[in-house]
């Protein structure tokens, strides 16, 4: 799966990043708002950071509302420490859950873009108690075996055996992508797609139809496994992987406060 850079980024405007240690030495480089609950946490996508235009647009619309709000790096990414090539789909996800232990209070609306999409689905299962609905843009759970691994040509495959690693083109930068084999097999032990997703919470998924990265139907796949029977989803029929243009994140920042909106008046949505 390839995923394009952060749109909209604005690394030189954004503020200095506050700091949150973890127990291990590293540390998660993150942006926070304080305000009402439930507040909003944004998770990005693969090789992403947490500058992009969805994450700037969602803090702007909980800035108004006088929402809490959270965004952060993951290790290995933006401003967070480690080296990207050496990170893996759980220890991104025990990241997000140190987020929301450490830097959030009461329930939390996740909105996960592309991988951040996976990730917000293994911190809710983590914290089921803690989350008050899920929002997906183009969401890809399970993409390093559906997307990657099972995609590979046979002399793809030997080379990862034999050198740890593989580099795929990256249409977004010159620079390809560095996929590592603990990357793909640490991945295996957080599939989630091949059965009944046990979240209860409301599930709200957008996903293009134009998407070259993540293919459309693996949001309905994902709506099908959901046991929640709250779930709806959304398909652009011209938008891109990054639905990020003004109109993508209206719709996104519209998603999200329906469901703000319908839990703070007392029932859940």
Request: aromatic content about 6%; hydrophobic content about 40%; glycine content about 10%.
């Amino acid at each position: 799966m390839n995923t394009p850079p952060p749109s909209g980024s604005s690394k030189e405007a954004d503020p200095k990043p506050r700091i949150l240690a973890r127990d291990d030495g590293t540390t998660i480089a993150y942006h926070r708002l304080a305000g009402r609950a439930p507040g909003v946490v944004f998770l990005t996508g693969f090789n992403s950071d947490m500058t992009g235009g969805k994450a700037l647009a969602l803090e702007a619309f909980c800035r108004k509302r006088g929402q809490a709000f959270v965004r952060f790096d993951y290790f290995g990414h933006g401003a967070s420490s480690g080296e990207f090539a050496d990170g893996t789909i759980g220890r991104w996800a025990d990241d997000a859950v140190a987020v929301l232990d450490h830097l959030t209070d009461g329930p939390q609306v996740l909105v996960g873009s592309s991988m951040g999409g996976w990730i917000m689905l293994l911190a809710a299962l983590a914290r089921p108690k803690r989350i008050a609905g899920l929002v997906g843009t183009a969401a890809a759970p399970d993409f390093t075996e559906d997307l990657i691994l099972n995609t590979l040509a046979p002399a793809q495959r030997a080379e990862l055996t034999r050198r740890g690693y593989i580099e795929t083109d990256n249409p977004y930068d010159d620079k390809p992508y560095r996929i590592s084999k603990a990357l793909l097999d640490e991945g295996r032990r957080h599939l989630l797609l091949a059965a009944e997703i046990r979240l209860d919470c409301p599930v709200r998924l957008i996903h293009g139809k134009a998407d070259q990265d993540v293919p459309w139907r693996t949001s309905e796949r994902l709506a099908d496994r959901l046991r929640s029977q709250d779930v709806e989803t959304l398909f652009v029929k011209n938008g891109d992987h990054r639905l990020s243009e003004p109109k993508d994140l209206e719709r996104l920042t519209h998603v999200v406060g329906r469901l703000l909106d319908q839990f703070s008046t007392g029932r859940r949505p």
